[in-house]
Each structure stands twice: as C-alpha cells, then as structure tokens.
C-alpha cells in the first residue's frame, strides 16, 4: 500500500520561512511527478508547485520567487521551501505523487502565516 507522509507544517510570522517534506513508502514503481498543493476552507485545492522526473519545474503565480519545490525520485521524496511566508499562504497543503495513470496524496499539513 503506497503512503505519503507530510512534514513540517506549522505557525510562522509573515516574512519567516518554512520546509515541508513529503515521502513515499510502499511504491515498487516510480514516480513521473512529484507536486504541492494547498487548500482553505470552501475553496478547491490548488496546485502551488509541480517538478517532474525530466527536472522541470512549475510555479503558481502567487508563489513564484518565494516557494522552490525539489525532488528526488529514486528516493521518492519531495520538498516545498517556502520563503517570505504572507497569510494569505495559510492552508492546509497536500502533497501529490504521480505515476502515468495513478496518483497518491499525501494526509495534509496546516501551515498558518500569522502575527
């Protein structure tokens, strides 16, 4: 059974820092993208950052020059840095793993950018 756990989620003040993980077990295949999304309440979840397996890398636009997503793919395990934090960054973020015709989710971390 394949599993993502999340790390490091947590309170930071606007303008800190914070580095979310997320780590595959159970998976005896490989991934072909490893990405980040967040979601508020009564909103849909929404991709923040995607990195594939060839080494591109996509942003949202609220992100861009702030966040910076790694991966590494034999070891199945991704990370979302997350720089100058501002409250609207607040939410509860998921990590998303996926094959050519699977995905898989990781159980969300709450992040809360707050003074």
């Known amino acids: 059974q394949v599993q993502l756990v999340e790390s490091g989620g947590g309170s930071v003040q606007p303008g800190g820092s914070l580095t979310l993980s997320c780590a595959a077990s159970?998976?005896?295949?490989?991934?072909?993208?490893m990405a980040w999304y967040r979601q508020t309440p009564g909103n849909e979840r929404e991709l923040v950052a995607r990195f594939t397996h060839l080494g591109i890398s996509t942003y949202a636009d609220t992100v861009k020059g702030r966040f910076a997503i790694s991966a590494n793919f034999a070891s199945k395990a991704s990370w979302l840095l997350m720089n100058r934090l501002k409250s609207e960054d607040t939410a509860v973020y998921y990590c998303?793993?996926?094959?050519?015709?699977?995905?898989?989710w990781g159980q969300g971390t709450q992040v809360t950018v707050s003074s």
């Open positions: 159970g998976a005896p295949f490989s991934f072909l993208t």
């Open positions: 998303n793993f996926a094959t050519d015709s699977r995905d898989f």
